[in-house]
């Protein structure tokens, strides 16, 4: 049965806080008045990504009969905010730990390793979707031109957060998921990379406009 405790909810709810503000300084250049504004939408974009990827692996860690909670990284959460002054995020404020013992071989990590960042990818890929179907209103109508903005934000922010996760380094997702299958590493992060590439160098809207033959 899938339960949440009291302090794996605090936890989530500071880590949701801590990336959403590191990301809103990153993309509002420290301007305070710009990244009020951007905030909330961060917090939609970004901070939807963030709590389905790391629900996606307490959901698998589940399915597999394992017992598995989120816990707040403090030093994670510092490094976040500080990397969001020189250009980029430290996107790891926090874990999901599956509790296991001994029992967790190869393939069940890495499966439950790689829940995450494949949720990112859907999402991404949901966000640009939607963002596709409103293009043409959002010119003419304020809340479908604050709702494109959400999406154009939750694609870049989930592409981002999927192929980071899936850099195989220290405790990082990754490193798990390379152990496990090199294949699926390697199709996973650079379906990741390059929609990641996309985003930093057309930008969403302009990667829409491409889809819809504009």
């Given at each position: ?9 605090r ?55 394992y017992?598995?909670?989120?816990k ?38 890495g ?69 496990w ?14 929609m ?19």
């Open positions: 049965m899938f339960k949440v405790t009291a302090s794996e909810l936890d989530l709810i500071i880590a949701f806080i801590f990336i959403s503000l590191s990301f809103s300084i990153l993309y509002s250049g420290r301007n305070v008045n710009l990244l009020m504004s951007i905030l909330p939408i961060v917090m939609i974009g970004l901070g939807l990504g963030f709590i389905l990827h790391e629900l996606g692996h307490k959901f698998t860690s589940m399915h597999y009969g017992w598995a909670e989120f707040l990284w403090p030093t994670g959460l510092i490094f976040a905010l500080i990397s969001s002054f020189f250009g980029f995020v430290f996107a790891a404020p926090g874990a999901v730990y599956t509790y296991a013992g001994h029992n967790l071989d190869d393939k069940t990590n499966i439950i390793s790689i829940a995450g960042p494949v949720v990112n990818i859907v999402l991404a890929l949901v966000f640009l979707l939607i963002g596709a179907a409103i293009y043409g209103p959002a010119h003419y109508n304020a809340t479908m031109q604050y709702i494109f903005i959400v999406c154009t934000l939750g694609f870049s922010t989930n592409s981002y957060l999927a192929v980071f996760n899936l850099i195989p380094i220290w405790n990082l997702d990754g490193s798990k998921v390379l152990a299958n090199i294949i699926v590493w390697i199709i996973t992060i650079a379906i990741a990379g390059v990641t590439y996309l985003s930093m160098t057309m930008g969403a809207e302009n990667i829409i406009r491409m889809i819809l033959g504009l």
